[in-house]
């Protein structure tokens, strides 16, 4: 199961350098993951700062 970033995203960048999989990325206002890519592994979600990413 992926994890998904919510509308509470703020656009800071702070989980695109902490994926090892490089599965985020930035479009339009707010930053995307590619859920083929990602290995559910939670880091992005514990350090963003709004807590916008979550489990799909």
């Known amino acids: 199961m992926a994890y998904k970033i919510t509308d509470a995203c703020v656009n800071c960048g702070a989980c695109e350098g902490e994926c ?7 479009a339009e206002a707010a930053r ?3 859920a083929s890519t990602c290995i559910d592994c939670g880091t992005c979600a514990g350090v963003c700062p709004t807590e916008a990413i979550e489990q799909a």
């Not at 090892?20 to 930035?26: L, M, Q, T």
Request: negative net charge; charged residues 20%.
């Open 32 to 34: 995307v993951i590619e």
């Open 20 to 26: 090892p999989v490089s599965a985020i990325s930035e």
